[in-house]
């Protein structure tokens, strides 16, 4: 297929709330596309917990949404989960991809986010096939690698963009700004993510009762806030980002290496998790990230 013909950019929604739709994704197929993915993320501004990425692929025999599909933002819980039967048969293939709060820590939320929607895109491919084209919501491209690091010899730049084994090839990828209200895959996708990610948060405030992870899903809500600044951040908050209530996290250790007492890199990271009692390589912990990263937030409703 040749991409050169395919829209690049599509026009932005105005006026009054849309109900999602299929004319994006149609215009995408009728251009040569054979599999279009929307795609959106969760948890971009969250204080804690992993960021999501979820897809949907549909074709040109793909019937319309099932209804109530919307963005996840403008939807109760409830009506996320009496959802996911219905989409978890709509369209070809779906899946959702994660990246750790660790992960955030090491490399910076844009390229944790390329790992979460390489990882989702992964799966689906594994069952349909390559995907032509991505329908990306927002104004930025963060699934595309630099092109210019695919030919980097240094050996971490190559590893961190690297795709993951397996069938998977990188598509093109197209915009649209609020595409998770307009554009019914793009929609699907973020119920999706936000479902699963929300899952696990529950699953891990169990383990951290203090923050209220059941409740805020990991966002600066008062009550997380208040937990940060008496209890201070746990491994699994994004210790590398300016948390509310906290000052910044520098790990001293008595004894260690360095002249103050405080672990140099790249050993800071390794020793944090053992003041904690876990094991850095089992953790995920891989290494430093940049000292420039820092913390975008979600736009909409706090926690959603």
């Not at 050169?4 to 006026?15: C, E, I, K, R, S």
């Not at 059941?214 to 937990?227: I, L, R």
């Not at 390589?281 to 736009?299: H, K, L, S, V």
Request: glycine share 10%; charged share 20%; proline share 8%.
């Amino acid at each position: 297929m040749t991409t050169a013909t395919l829209p690049h950019a599509l026009p932005v929604a105005t006026g009054a709330r849309a109900v999602p739709h299929l004319r994006h994704e149609r215009a995408l197929l009728r251009a040569g596309a054979v599999l279009v993915a929307g795609m959106d993320e969760v948890g971009r501004g969250s204080l804690a917990g992993p960021v999501s990425v979820g897809v949907v692929v549909v074709d040109a025999t793909t019937r319309s949404a099932p209804r109530g599909v919307a963005d996840s933002k403008l939807l109760t819980p409830a009506a996320r989960q009496a959802l996911l039967p219905a989409l978890s048969r709509w369209g070809l293939a779906r899946a959702v991809g994660h990246a750790s709060a660790a992960e955030i820590d090491d490399v910076g939320i844009i390229v944790a986010l390329r790992r979460a929607g390489t990882r989702a895109l992964a799966q689906v491919t594994a069952a349909v096939g390559p995907v032509d084209v991505v329908l990306l919501d927002g104004s930025h491209d963060w699934l595309t690698p630099p092109a210019d690091l695919f030919a980097a010899d240094d050996e971490t730049a190559a590893g961190l963009f690297a795709a993951p084994a397996g069938p998977y090839a990188a598509p093109a990828v197209r915009l649209r700004v609020k595409a998770d209200r307009t554009c019914a895959s793009v929609a699907a996708a973020s119920v999706l993510a936000k479902c699963e990610r929300d899952t696990m948060m529950v699953a891990l405030a169990a383990a951290h009762p203090a923050y209220h992870w059941e409740q805020n899903k990991g966002y600066a809500s008062p009550e997380h806030v208040t937990a940060l600044a008496a209890h201070g951040p746990c491994p699994l908050h994004r210790r590398s980002w300016s948390l509310p209530g906290v000052g910044p996290c520098v790990v001293e250790v008595a004894g260690a290496p360095g002249a103050s007492g405080a672990v140099p890199l790249p050993e800071r990271g390794a020793a944090l998790w053992a003041v904690v009692g876990l094991d850095a390589e089992a953790e995920g912990w891989t290494g430093p990230g940049d000292d420039g990263r820092r913390a975008d937030r979600d736009e909409g409703t706090m926690g959603l």
